[in-house]
């Protein structure tokens, strides 16, 4: 990994993700592609790749929010507690659900209103 092309490349790519922050009031998140149909997995994936090329996320609680913002708090829904994969808000998947809580995971934040839902969806999907 010291190789200077491997760092050049590294360089490069956490230029690429660090420009791929969009800062909106209270929250911060990646957009990849303007028209994502599955935004939770596109933020999952910007702040695995930001982690694992060492890209400082400044402010991680405001990518938290973000992400808690998808989380479906309709009791009478199937989907309770689960996270939708867009801010379409009508589909619940354990891969979003997962993109979710891996995402608070790296964030280094734990919720508990968040996990107790989330545990709750988990119940009663698998």
């Known amino acids: ?5 491997v760092q050049n490349v590294l360089s490069k790519l956490k230029s690429y993700i660090a420009e791929r922050i969009l800062e909106d009031g209270e929250s911060k998140h990646f957009v990849f592609d303007p028209e994502s149909k599955n935004e939770i997995a596109e933020n999952y994936y910007g702040v695995y790749l930001a ?8 402010e991680p609680k405001k990518f938290a929010s973000y992400v808690v913002t998808f989380q479906n ?5 199937n989907g309770f507690g689960g996270f ?3 801010s ?3 589909l619940v998947t354990p891969e979003s659900s997962a993109h979710a809580a891996i995402s608070l995971h790296l964030l280094g ?3 508990p209103e968040v996990e107790r839902y989330l545990i ?7």
């Open 109 to 111: 934040g734990s919720i």
């Open 73 to 77: 708090f309709d009791k009478s829904s």
């Open 51 to 58: 982690k694992k090329v060492g890209l400082e996320l400044t």
């Open 120 to 126: 709750h969806y988990a119940q009663s999907t698998w």
């Open 88 to 90: 379409a808000r009508n």
């Open 1 to 5: 990994l010291g190789r200077p092309d």
């Open 84 to 86: 939708f994969t867009s």
